[in-house]
């Protein structure tokens, strides 16, 4: 039988253990960490069994030498064992360094470690359970959080721990016990704005928010990029001969990749009208510091967000719309005049066809009637019976 003391009066622990082998007890002193103490304690219970199995002889008086591979592995797995902070800086390093991960991507697991450090607190790694996982998903949702950000914060964590697990600091994932919103239930399929509530939007802001502003929703509107694809654009960038606009995708990891879009002609006509500077930015900052005016900067994306929904708002438009209802609204009736989703999956950059039929109401069937004619099997049948 072996067991642990602790010695508080002289801050160390000793390891009390008899020798099956002769009966004899034994006492020693195993240092003034626990966590070292049970390296010595399962040292001895490895010895002991080892002695009744009649694989060695006796225990004896456990030595350093007996312990010293086993204190290095202790050792070891302290030095892995780190606080969520700790892990956060390790891992939003490791994504910028190694990952190449996109800014985007690293602000959401920024996002998602606070939310889940400020509710659970700073803990180790390794010590995180289901229930703490629970709790923060509860949390969440008491405070109003959208499913989109529990979905997307739950699989941001889920990927940190897979990580986790490879860099040695826990053996386990308790994310994968629980269940996030799929993209069934965070995709909003009615974020597509209808064309009387588009021209709506335009109209108000031609009018409030200024020509500059009502150009960029244009090319929001008619191009399907992304708000930030628009805001790097340059006037070198748009090729007017050809009608070709090259925009740097924002959503691929690695290096950044271009794409070629054609200009509609609705876009070419606004585009003609513009005072276009081939190293400039087309839509540059229009802050009220001239400092900031004479860097050549483009317009920030949260500026530009934020004048989406002041003109939704002055427009009368519902609060479900965003920034991004723009793309949506370029995919939704590219899709109801009967283009097949393959050909907007290119025009808008998607990486597969399934991610541009997210994007749309998929019950709109009748969109393919022209399609359904097609369809002739039986017919020839039909008539001769007939």
Known sequence: ????????????????????????????????TKEIAEVWLAKCQEKTALVRLGQIDRVGKLTQDDI?????????????????????????????????HKADTISVYRNAFSSFQTIIGNKFVHDITVDDIRRWRSTLRKKGRSKTSESMWGRALKAAWNRAIKEGYTEANPFREVKFPGLGETRRKDKSMKVAEVEKLLSTTLKVGGIQLWCYFQFLLNTGLRRQEILTIKG???????????????KKRGEPLTMKVPINKILRGIINDMDLTPDEYVFKTTARK?????????????????KFREMADKAGLPEQYTLHSLRRTYVTLMHEKGIPTNVIQRLIGHSSPSI??????????????QFADQMDIGSAQGESEA
């Open 1 to 32: 039988m072996a067991r642990l003391r602790e010695r508080k009066d002289r801050g160390n622990w000793v390891l009390d253990y008899i020798d099956p082998a002769d009966g004899k007890r034994y006492q020693v002193n195993v240092g003034d």
């Open 68 to 100: 010293d591979g086993k204190r290095k592995q202790a050792e070891e797995r302290r030095k892995k064992q780190l606080r969520i902070a700790d892990y956060h800086s390790f891992h939003e390093t490791l994504a910028k360094d190694e990952l190449n």
């Open 236 to 250: 070198k960038d748009i090729d007017q001969k050809n009608n070709v606009l090259t925009a740097t995708i924002t």
């Open 290 to 306: 001239q400092s900031y005016r004479k860097k050549g900067n483009p317009w920030n994306k949260s500026y530009v967000t934020h």
């Open 356 to 369: 541009t039929f997210l994007e749309y109401d998929s019950s709109e069937a009748l969109s393919y009637a």
